[in-house]
């Protein structure tokens, strides 16, 4: 260890540019950066998946992709399983070029999908694959948990997606229901097309939850039909004063059902009552003084604040969930709660108690940031904390009493799982407020064992913000992502068991040539053995 950290020591040097000016990046996270140990042996498929399974049995020869593969699918669910199975041709016909036809059940060889609605230890999203010289048997509860299947498969296979399916069988199901990642398309706005993109990128690594950030005081991003005026005045703005944007109503249902074909439920934050300028820009009725503020582009927080002595508010707050509730098959409705600066917390409390009673009325279940805590969070309500190491204990505490009442907890540790938080001093985009943290930090704690008082049972989940201050371009994002978001994944769905820094970094080593083959823009982290 003591040599790995003088090794980075130098890299960061280097990095620097402290130890001679010609170094060039690539030479400060070369070999110098590298852990001292040889470089691994290669590991066998099975060895490699990411997220690690909870079990594999390698068994006998495997089976072998060729031209006449086909892809079998029995009946089941209004023909979602073969569904399943056509996405599942499509992502395997991208790399290998095979025909992969998808026909309706029978017998014989190739990849069998089915649902057996009896394999108990499977629950709602776990699955069996058997590989053998006959073909792959994948099956499930359920058509999510085929789906997870067909990823499993597909990184089993070469990255040119021809080749041979070891055989064996692994046996799999997440540690948690919730595994998320974020996006702040409010401090600069993305389009639905480089959402669907993360969410291919996400879905493939078994992330089911995608939480978008749709409003914030820089921008107001989805169309509302009774304030129309938020998106077309509000949303025509970002950090740094570019041109913003927002989402039709029609581009967010095609984003929710592209997600939704992948197991991936979106979950719409309108962040309230504070983070809302673009909206008070918007309406000056929503203002106290009834005369509206300018749009902002820079990046403070806590400065807007809905007018809580007025009952316009309300029915403001009742006509966007409504909306959004509208627009929202899964459970949860995020209502923000965070940063809420310029409201006193008598009025934060009493706000917040008709905005969750509101998505309660639209059959929705709230989930906030975790300064609800403070207040009075409805039954069931989902709190989600972001705090960090220096997060004080009187903070903590509040979680965890919410937590012991009942409240689950979705964790997004800032220093651990915001990924808008700089690798180290030399990331080019990004912040550091809550420090560096590199791929390593990400990774390497105890989501069942983080607060202080707050048993596993209490946690839903895991999610990885990424917040969009300093990110402006795909590239941006995808450099902050990943590798960091294969962390989230693993933490979220491996068994407590399985999870382990070396062994890990080697597994995520081994995807670099599946993210390269993808086009996806990652970090080459110092401290990961890749190849
Ligand atoms: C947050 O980072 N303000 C939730």
């Given at each position: 260890?003591?040599?790995?950290?003088?090794?980075?020591?130098?890299?960061?040097?280097?990095?620097?540019?402290?130890?001679?000016?010609?170094?060039?990046?690539?030479?400060?996270?070369?070999?110098?950066?590298?852990?001292?140990?040889?470089?691994?042996?290669?590991?066998?498929?099975?060895e490699a998946l990411l997220p690690a399974p909870a079990s594999v049995r390698a068994a006998g020869p495997g089976?072998?992709?060729?031209?006449?593969?086909?892809?079998?699918?029995?009946?089941?669910?209004?023909?979602?399983?073969?569904?399943?199975?056509?996405?599942?041709?499509?992502?395997?016909?991208?790399?290998?070029?095979?025909?992969?036809?998808?026909?309706?059940?029978?017998?014989?060889?190739?990849?069998?999908?089915?649902?057996?609605?009896?394999?108990?230890?499977?629950?709602?999203?776990?699955?069996?694959?058997?590989?053998?010289?006959?073909?792959?048997?994948?099956?499930?509860?359920?058509?999510?948990?085929?789906?997870?299947?067909?990823?499993?498969?597909?990184?089993?296979?070469?990255?040119?997606?021809?080749?041979?399916?070891?055989?064996?069988?692994?046996?799999?199901?997440?540690?948690?229901?919730?595994?998320?990642?974020?996006?702040?398309?409010?401090?600069?706005?993305?389009?639905?097309?480089?959402?669907?993109?993360?969410?291919?990128?996400?879905?493939?690594?078994?992330?089911?939850?995608?939480?978008?950030?749709?409003?914030?005081?820089q921008g107001w991003r989805i169309a509302i039909d009774s304030w129309p005026r938020l998106a077309e005045y509000?949303?025509?703005?970002?950090?740094?004063?570019?041109?913003?944007?927002?989402?039709?109503?029609?581009?967010?249902?095609?984003?929710?059902?592209?997600?939704?074909?992948?197991?991936?439920?979106?979950?719409?934050?309108?962040?309230?009552?504070?983070?809302?300028?673009?909206?008070?820009?918007?309406?000056?009725?929503?203002?106290?003084?009834?005369?509206?503020?300018?749009?902002?582009?820079?990046?403070?927080?806590?400065?807007?604040?809905?007018?809580?002595?007025?009952?316009?508010?309300?029915?403001?707050?009742?006509?966007?969930?409504?909306?959004?509730?509208?627009?929202?098959?899964?459970?949860?409705?995020?209502?923000?709660?965070?940063?809420?600066?310029?409201?006193?917390?008598?009025?934060?409390?009493?706000?917040?108690?008709?905005?969750?009673?509101?998505?309660?009325?639209?059959?929705?279940?709230?989930?906030?940031?975790?300064?609800?805590?403070?207040?009075?969070?409805?039954?069931?309500?989902?709190?989600?904390?972001?705090?960090?190491?220096?997060?004080?204990?009187?903070?903590?505490?509040?979680?965890?009493?919410?937590?012991?009442?009942?409240?689950?907890?979705?964790?997004?540790?800032?220093?651990?799982?915001?990924?808008?938080?700089?690798?180290?001093?030399?990331?080019?985009?990004?912040?550091?407020?809550?420090?560096?943290?590199?791929?390593?930090?990400?990774?390497?704690?105890?989501?069942?064992?983080?607060l202080a008082g707050v048993p596993e049972s209490a946690v839903l989940g895991v999610e990885a913000p990424l917040?969009?201050?300093?990110?402006?371009?795909?590239?941006?994002?995808?450099?902050?992502?990943?590798?960091?978001?294969?962390?989230?994944?693993?933490?979220?769905?491996?068994?407590?068991?399985?999870?382990?820094?070396?062994?890990?970094?080697?597994?995520?080593?081994?995807?670099?040539?599946?993210?390269?083959?993808?086009?996806?823009?990652?970090?080459?982290?110092?401290?990961?053995?890749?190849?």
């Amino acid at each position: 260890m003591r040599v790995l950290r003088l090794r980075r020591t130098l890299g960061t040097l280097l990095a620097l540019g402290v130890l001679g000016g010609s170094v060039s990046c690539t030479a400060a996270h070369g070999d110098d950066a590298r852990p001292a140990d040889d470089p691994p042996a290669a590991l066998t498929p099975f060895e490699a998946l990411l997220p690690a399974p909870a079990s594999v049995r390698a068994a006998g020869p495997g089976y072998a992709l060729g031209p006449g593969t086909v892809i079998r699918t029995g009946a089941g669910r209004d023909g979602e399983v073969r569904r399943v199975g056509e996405l599942l041709a499509q992502q395997l016909r991208g790399p290998s070029g095979l025909p992969l036809p998808v026909v309706d059940g029978g017998r014989g060889d190739g990849i069998r999908l089915g649902i057996d609605e009896d394999a108990a230890g499977l629950g709602d999203e776990g699955y069996r694959l058997e590989s053998g010289p006959g073909g792959v048997t994948l099956t499930a509860r359920t058509p999510a948990g085929l789906f997870h299947a067909g990823q499993t498969l597909r990184q089993l296979l070469p990255v040119t997606g021809r080749g041979t399916v070891p055989g064996g069988t692994v046996t799999d199901r997440p540690r948690f229901r919730y595994r998320g990642a974020m996006v702040d398309i409010a401090r600069h706005f993305f389009s639905v097309e480089q959402v669907k993109r993360y969410v291919d990128q996400l879905a493939q690594y078994k992330v089911n939850t995608l939480h978008v950030h749709l409003t914030d005081d820089q921008g107001w991003r989805i169309a509302i039909d009774s304030w129309p005026r938020l998106a077309e005045y509000g949303g025509a703005g970002e950090v740094g004063g570019g041109p913003g944007g927002h989402w039709t109503k029609e581009e967010y249902r095609d984003l929710v059902a592209y997600a939704g074909e992948r197991y991936v439920d979106v979950v719409p934050e309108i962040d309230m009552p504070g983070h809302v300028n673009a909206a008070l820009a918007s309406y000056a009725e929503l203002n106290c003084d009834g005369k509206a503020p300018a749009r902002y582009t820079g990046v403070k927080v806590g400065f807007s604040s809905l007018c809580v002595g007025k009952e316009r508010t309300y029915e403001f707050v009742d006509d966007v969930l409504g909306e959004i509730a509208a627009l929202t098959p899964g459970r949860y409705l995020h209502i923000g709660g965070d940063e809420a600066h310029s409201t006193p917390a008598a009025d934060y409390a009493a706000f917040m108690d008709r905005a969750q009673a509101v998505v309660g009325r639209y059959g929705k279940t709230v989930v906030a940031w975790h300064q609800l805590a403070a207040a009075r969070p409805a039954p069931g309500a989902v709190l989600q904390y972001w705090g960090h190491d220096r997060t004080t204990a009187a903070e903590k505490t509040k979680v965890a009493a919410a937590a012991k009442a009942g409240h689950p907890l979705v964790l997004s540790p800032a220093d651990r799982l915001y990924l808008d938080m700089k690798y180290e001093a030399a990331t080019k985009p990004g912040l550091a407020w809550a420090g560096y943290v590199p791929v390593k930090r990400a990774y390497d704690w105890n989501p069942g064992a983080y607060l202080a008082g707050v048993p596993e049972s209490a946690v839903l989940g895991v999610e990885a913000p990424l917040w969009t201050e300093a990110v402006t371009t795909r590239a941006e994002w995808e450099l902050m992502a990943f590798p960091r978001v294969l962390g989230l994944a693993e933490l979220g769905w491996s068994p407590a068991a399985a999870l382990d820094w070396t062994a890990y970094s080697r597994r995520l080593a081994a995807q670099a040539p599946r993210l390269e083959a993808q086009g996806i823009t990652f970090y080459r982290a110092p401290e990961v053995p890749w190849s």
